[in-house]
């Protein structure tokens, strides 16, 4: 039985920053590194941007300090409401698949953000994990969820004008 296709989280946070903006800081896939506690970076294959079948490599560090360079392929872009993509494992499955929904929040040049991650049924170091303790599955989603928010956070903080940042 496959525990881990179709595990997924999901975390929704209000940004005080209007839903544009917010599209331009998710689709910055080379400023990733500067916010995630994971992805240490990533850059466009063949696009200059978000479109529907661009692709996008992606560096990561995990706990332990196991490293990883993956592919992406963008599954979603409509701006400024939705940019989605898959990662894929080396046999070309979708490792994972990962979303952003940007919706206007509740005071004015808001956003509320909902970040989601979904287990492909690819091969991923989540999988071997899970396949060797199934509780592994468990922590690893809760770690997501934590660092989901944190780079979420770090966006909003990067974008913040005491921190020079500029709109």
């Keep these: 039985m496959d525990l881990v296709t179709g595990a997924q989280v999901t975390v929704v946070l209000p940004v005080p920053i209007p839903r544009e ?9 080379e400023r990733t590194g500067e916010w995630s ?3 240490t970076g990533g850059v466009w294959c063949d696009a200059e941007g978000p479109a529907v079948g661009a692709r996008f490599i992606a560096r990561n560090r995990y706990a332990g300090g196991f490293e990883s360079t993956v592919t992406c392929v963008v599954t979603e ?12 494992d ?4 979708a490792g994972s698949l990962w979303r952003y929904e940007l919706r206007d929040g509740d005071e004015p040049g808001s956003t509320l953000v909902s970040h989601s991650f979904t ?3 690819g091969v991923t170091g989540a999988r071997e994990s899970a396949e060797a303790d199934p509780e592994a599955l468990g922590s690893r989603l809760a770690t ?5 928010s944190a780079t979420i956070a770090a966006m909003v903080a990067a974008d913040s004008p005491t921190m020079g940042a500029t709109r």
């Design 37 to 39: 506690p994971e992805a």
């Design 21 to 29: 903006r917010m599209w331009e800081l998710i689709t910055a896939i």
């Design 144 to 148: 997501l969820c934590r660092n989901m």
């Design 77 to 88: 872009a409509e701006q400024p409401l939705a940019f989605g993509w898959t990662v894929l």
């Design 90 to 93: 080396d046999a070309g499955l």
């Design 119 to 121: 287990h492909g049924p």
